[in-house]
């Protein structure tokens, strides 16, 4: 039989092929030559034809039937045999193929093996591809080899003492003594090595990361190689970009997180070299941002110095200027992570924040966003929303809804007065209605409402703002509900705020038909028209007639909804003229109570003037039904009340409130008030809300941001973190701002958040800003709970957490006893 080619000329040929048909027949002629040499037992040319068949493989054809002439090459006693057979063994075995275990025996001859390079080898093919049965097999020769003095064996058995130790845990405590002395090795992948080797002992074992910083000292050993690595002249050996090693220094600073993380004598032990290298480390270069990175989160994670923390956040605020585009996304990462426990450190970069919204990267852009609206406090409102507000302009779609979202919570939650408050509402609507939460309408209608002085501005604000313009639906919504209340204002001309704009009754009207008319406008904006209309009739003098023509038009409208209305407002005018009156009269003050998820949480979003925080005892009496008793049962105790009752006060309650089912699907709360009548739009009556007014003036004390946030929830790859701040007006008050994040790799869909506290406490749950928890960490859901401690007693809560993910529903409860003493006492 001739000898088959070279893998050279295999390689050239192959090449050759034009089209991918002629490639797969030059592969399957050779694969036909190398069975046949197979099956003949051609021991000359097995290594030139399992390198053969390695590089097919590499090229996406099979080669499985390759696998037990590499065990052969393996077994012989040349070099290159064993160098191509355990190369081939690791491309084309693993642990699913019983052949594997084979190998076992050869491994273990080859660990003892005279020849260092030979070891080497083996030690390369178990680190790769041992089994957990191999792993306990042949760690003992692992052990001898990793006390061995040949470095070059050394750092490799320290790479496979890792694998060993992720597949069999338990075999960790073996490798135990080999480890001691292996900081005190000169050579760089040693030490390298072992650190990566001490690093994956610390993250699988409490017990061994107590043991390190206990009894071993670690951390003054590695603070010792760190620093020689920072003071070390030019070492050609080790030199990248004029830095010494930064392979190995990156090394040692994420061991140094691992061993610093909740240990004060450890970090403190750290703090100085942690400095040394913030500061020493030259910028110009990529591989010094690396190091200054890793740095940073050390500094972040373990309990360092506060002027430690602020040289770390100043580093950050460098990379918002370097002209990479992935070092400035790591920047906006890890500050979008330290707002919360060092906000007045990242305020000072604030106006570089600000500028990477205009980034054209839209990594860069959403994560810029997401930390401008972390920035946002009482005190930098006005200039945040303008720079926000610009950017919702001029943002790309994608944007525009999250975008839309961050304002109103941030404007629910600081707003300066509630003109400016009403100014920026409706500037978003005007910028990017079409993108806006279904309940923003709602809300700005609650907010107008609650605000009496500002009737007449607002309406004639809303009125200019929709002149020959009904692209933004909400707009036209909250405009056309607006104008039926306030109408009369719009055309007596009171505003005080701005200039009065002179209106007739039948320009008003005019805009209200040409809505109604408009073929942008949605089923709903029409019905909102129609009710204005119907409204101005009690509100109008001279143009009664002409509403009743136009009521009556549509009283054969194609659109059911818009029917129905206009049939039952001729019903007013005909038979019940009487009542038109009473039954159109302007809305009270009113509050709302907003479905979330299967379970009613009262969230109030509007503004009331600043007023002195009361605790009003709820009316005794006797409760209505069994069911409160069943969740108070469901929640651990009679001591714990859901959020605010928001029953009306004309059923009696229990000690508890009309308990809101909070953790099932029982409604325990009376229905709001029934509206007079259908004219009434949107149907929201409740009664004042125990926390309003908090919002009214600048909420949070600066003070108090310091607070430390907590883990509540971790969990099957979601993450639920409190922050807190305290209230200025009120010190019994606790604002909580709950993150939700998802690790996974989908997104967590239909989220809902739900928390009860003792009866002793009062809670308010604010909305959310979104139902989906984005996968891999890209995002967060913010949502804001008000929590009323008269007594300052210890907080406790119950949490219930509800989503869809992978296409199963998931439901979790959780207790949280640990919040800080800060912010409760």
Not at 448 to 469: P, W
Not at 532 to 538: H, N, Q, W
Request: hydrophobic letters at 40%; glycine letters at 4%; a neutral charge.
């Amino acid at each position: 039989m001739p000898a088959p080619i070279r893998l050279r000329e295999l390689i050239r040929t192959i090449r050759t092929a034009r089209t991918q048909a002629e490639e797969r027949e030059m592969i399957q002629k050779e694969c036909a030559a190398i069975r046949s040499s197979f099956r003949e037992e051609d021991n000359t040319y097995r290594c030139r034809n399992v390198a053969k068949l390695l590089y097919m493989h590499m090229l996406g054809y099979p080669a499985h039937f390759g696998q037990l002439e590499c065990l052969k090459l393996i077994a012989s006693q040349k070099f290159t045999d064993k160098r191509i057979g355990y190369l081939g063994a690791m491309l084309l075995l693993d642990e699913r193929q019983d052949v594997h275990l084979l190998m076992t025996n050869c491994i273990k001859n080859d660990l003892n093996h005279s020849t260092q390079y030979v070891q080497g080898l083996a030690l390369c093919t178990l680190g790769c591809m041992g089994s957990s049965e191999m792993c306990r097999d042949l760690a003992g020769e692992v052990e001898k080899l990793l006390k061995t003095s040949n470095s070059y064996l050394r750092k490799k058995a320290a790479l496979c003492a890792v694998h060993v130790i992720r597949k069999v845990p338990e075999l960790m405590e073996m490798f135990l003594p080999a480890t001691k002395n292996l900081l005190n090795e000169k050579n760089h992948g040693v030490l390298h090595t072992s650190v990566v080797l001490l690093t994956e002992m610390c993250e699988r074992s409490p017990d061994m990361l107590a043991h390190f910083r206990k009894n071993e000292k670690l951390v003054p050993q590695l603070v010792r190689i760190l620093k020689n690595l920072i003071m070390s002249g030019y070492s050609p050996e080790h030199d990248v970009s004029g830095i010494s090693d930064p392979f190995l220094q990156v090394r040692i600073l994420r061991l140094l997180r691992i061993l610093g993380r909740n240990d004060d004598d450890s970090s403190e032990a750290m703090n100085d070299i942690l400095a040394q290298v913030a500061t020493n480390t030259e910028t110009s270069k990529n591989v010094g941002n690396a190091i200054l990175y890793e740095t940073v989160l050390t500094i972040m994670d373990i309990k360092s110095e506060s002027g430690l923390r602020v040289l770390a956040i100043n580093i950050l605020g460098r990379f918002l200027l370097n002209n990479d585009k992935n070092i400035r996304y790591v920047a906006l990462t890890s500050l979008l992570k330290t707002v919360q426990t060092d906000h007045n450190a990242v305020q000072r970069h604030r106006s570089t924040i600000v500028d990477c919204l205009k980034d054209l990267d839209v990594s860069i852009k959403r994560r810029a966003m997401e930390l401008s609206f972390a920035l946002v406090n009482g005190n930098n409102i006005r200039g945040m929303m303008k720079e926000l507000l610009y950017f919702l302009d001029s943002c790309e779609p994608e944007f525009k809804a999250d975008c839309a979202s961050g304002i109103f919570l941030a404007a629910e939650k600081y707003a300066p007065s509630k003109r400016w408050h009403i100014d920026t509402i409706m500037r978003v609507l005007t910028t990017a209605g079409s993108y806006v939460r279904d309940d923003a309408v709602p809300n700005l209608i609650q907010l107008i409402t609650n605000s009496v002085e500002m009737h007449a501005y607002t309406v004639q604000r809303l009125y200019k703002a929709i002149l020959g313009d009904y692209s933004q639906q909400p707009l036209v919504q909250v405009a056309a509900w607006c104008i039926g209340e306030y109408g009369d204002l719009l055309v007596s001309g009171q505003c005080e705020e701005e200039e009065p704009i002179q209106v007739t009754e039948d320009e008003v009207l005019d805009i209200l038909e040409s809505v109604l008319i408009s073929n942008m406008s949605t089923s709903v904006t029409r019905g909102y028209a129609l009710t204005a209309i119907m409204k101005l009739s009690t509100r109008f003098t001279c143009t009664v007639n002409r509403i009743k023509k136009v009521v009556s038009i549509y009283g054969s409208s194609i659109d059911v909804e818009l029917q129905q209305r206009a049939v039952e407002y001729n019903a007013l005018f005909k038979k019940y003229d009487h009542m038109r009156s009473a039954l159109l009269e302007r809305m009270p003050v009113m509050e709302k109570v907003t479905t979330n998820g299967p379970t009613e949480i009262v969230q109030t979003n509007g503004e009331t003037d600043p007023t002195p925080l009361e605790t009003k005892p709820p009316p005794s009496g006797p409760q209505p039904t069994s069911q409160a008793n069943d969740l108070l049962d469901l929640l651990g105790g009679n001591d714990i009340t859901p959020v605010i009752p928001t029953a009306p006060t004309s059923k009696p309650a229990s000690a508890g409130g009309e308990l809101l089912d909070l953790l099932g699907d029982i409604n325990l709360t009376g229905a709001p008030a029934a509206a007079p009548a259908p004219a009434s739009v949107p149907q929201i009556s409740q009664p004042p809300f125990l926390l309003d007014g908090l919002s009214s003036q600048p909420l949070f004390n600066d003070i108090a941001t310091g607070i430390p946030s907590i883990t509540a929830y971790s969990k099957n790859g979601l993450k639920i973190e409190f922050t807190f701040e305290r209230s200025n007006t009120n010190p019994s008050v606790t604002v909580i701002t709950i993150q939700a994040s998802n690790s996974t790799e989908l997104d967590m869909t239909d989220f809902v958040f739900q928390a009860a506290v003792p009866k002793t406490f009062q809670l308010q749950l604010l909305s959310p800003s979104s139902s989906i928890v984005p996968a891999f960490n890209t995002g967060t859901i913010t949502q804001v709970i008000k929590v009323l401690n008269p007594q300052k007693q210890q907080l406790r809560m119950r949490i219930k957490l509800t989503y869809n993910h992978k296409g199963s529903a998931m439901q979790d409860l959780a207790e949280v006893n640990n919040f800080p003493p800060q912010s409760w006492q």
